[in-house]
């Protein structure tokens, strides 16, 4: 039985691996039009294929979340094919080195994700 998410579209950022693809095939079971995005195209492709095993519509969408443009692109395109959008799962994070913070100017990098 299909849940309240069928036909529904749920954008899933950070969506190649992880907590990321499994919640992109969650969604998918529960009916929902996924739309993974990622930078990384094999991982993608993989989440996409995965999705649609589940019986959902899936679309890759290659983005990196920390430039503003391709964020925007991302939902353009989310609405282009779908229609519309009725969830995001913000997901997507960077990996490296976290130091304490002292002062009160974050570094840019870490601004441009929060926001």
Do not use: C, W, Y
Not at 69 to 81: D, G, I, W
Not at 87 to 115: D, M
Request: overall charge neutral.
């Amino acid at each position: 039985m299909k849940s309240s998410f069928a036909g529904k579209v749920a954008l899933i950022t950070g969506g190649t691996s992880g907590i990321g693809r499994e919640t992109a095939v969650a969604f998918a079971e529960q009916g929902a039009n996924v739309v993974v995005a990622g930078r990384r195209e094999a991982e993608g492709a993989e989440s996409v294929r995965l999705v649609e095993k589940a019986g959902g519509n899936g679309l890759f969408i290659r983005t990196d979340v920390a430039i503003e443009k391709e964020v925007e692109a991302m939902v353009a395109r989310t609405v282009e094919h779908f229609g519309r959008l009725d969830f995001a799962f913000n997901n997507a994070g960077i990996a490296g080195v976290f130091q304490p913070h002292h002062g009160h100017q974050r570094p840019r990098r870490l601004l441009q994700l929060e926001t």
